[in-house]
């Protein structure tokens, strides 16, 4: 089973995704940290230096090659945070793994301008907050589980016990 986490900007997919790996003792993905392994620019400077369209064509691919990783066992991949408004992308995770929506209160991420001082978004908070709505929307739409804490571990417990009642 492939267990994706999605996420605002600033909500700790990584990190989250990093301590489920540990717990469970699987490998880890992560979209964005691929991304730039591979191009050797950040996603904000990709978005901006190749525009949205090439950005979201790197995302795709990875996730044809996660997706193509199932058959080796379960993993844990944590998803760029626009992947899942590609309608294409929404449906592979919807249908091809087990969709975890990492809910954050995006006032309390907004305090934090690091979370936002980056291409598209530029420091400008109205259009991170108008850009969270949309994801907020999309991430409603496909997740197989939502969880609401601010507490990591607590996500990755509650998380773990989800999983160990729901095999797949």
């Not at 907050?129 to 507490?151: F, K, V």
């Amino acid at each position: 089973m492939i267990i994706s986490l999605m996420g605002i900007s600033g909500s700790g997919t990584d990190r989250i995704g990093r301590l489920l790996s540990e717990k469970r003792g699987i490998p880890f993905f992560s979209s964005d940290e691929t991304v730039e392994k591979e191009n050797g620019a950040t996603p904000p400077s990709l978005l901006r230096e190749k525009g949205e369209t090439a950005f979201r064509r790197m995302e795709r691919n990875i996730l044809l090659t996660v997706l193509d990783k199932r058959a080796e066992g379960d993993l844990v991949f944590v998803c760029g945070d626009g992947m899942p408004l590609s309608a294409y992308m929404s449906r592979k995770l919807r249908e091809e793994t087990c969709p975890v929506w990492i809910k954050k209160s995006i006032k309390k991420i907004a305090e934090k301008k690091e979370n936002y001082a980056f291409f598209p978004y530029e420091g400008d908070r109205a259009k991170y907050l108008d850009g969270c709505i949309s994801r907020y929307r999309a991430y409603e739409a496909i997740a197989r589980y939502t969880l609401e804490t601010e507490s990591d571990k607590e996500c990755v417990e509650t998380l773990s016990a989800i999983l160990d009642g729901n095999k797949e």
